[in-house]
């Protein structure tokens, strides 16, 4: 196969994995409520590290993501800097 093709190959792979991480990560930022949350941890739990690593992952950032995105007494922060939205 020549140089080229392996790298078109390679990057529409590349292209591939993108947009099923960004679907898996839509789907999951569905789950808010704590009850939804709950459920969705209890079916992770069932499965081995290895098969949901990517999964607690993205659940980890967004996480992180909404933490990040509450300000004091929980106001939304706005902007870079943490400076709150008027």
Do not use: C, K, N
Not at 9 to 34: C, H, I, M, Q
Not at 58 to 82: M, W
Request: a positive charge; aromatic letters at 2%.
């Amino acid at each position: 196969m020549a140089l080229a093709q392996r790298i078109r190959s390679a990057l529409l792979d590349r292209a591939v994995e993108r947009r099923a991480y960004r679907r898996l990560a839509a789907e999951l930022a569905g789950f808010r409520t704590p009850a939804e949350r709950a459920e969705l941890d209890e079916l992770i739990a069932r499965h081995s590290p290895d098969e949901t690593r990517v999964i607690r992952r993205i659940l980890e950032r967004q996480d992180i993501d909404r933490h990040l995105l509450r300000g004091v007494g929980g106001h939304l922060l706005a902007g870079v800097g943490g400076h709150r939205a008027a």
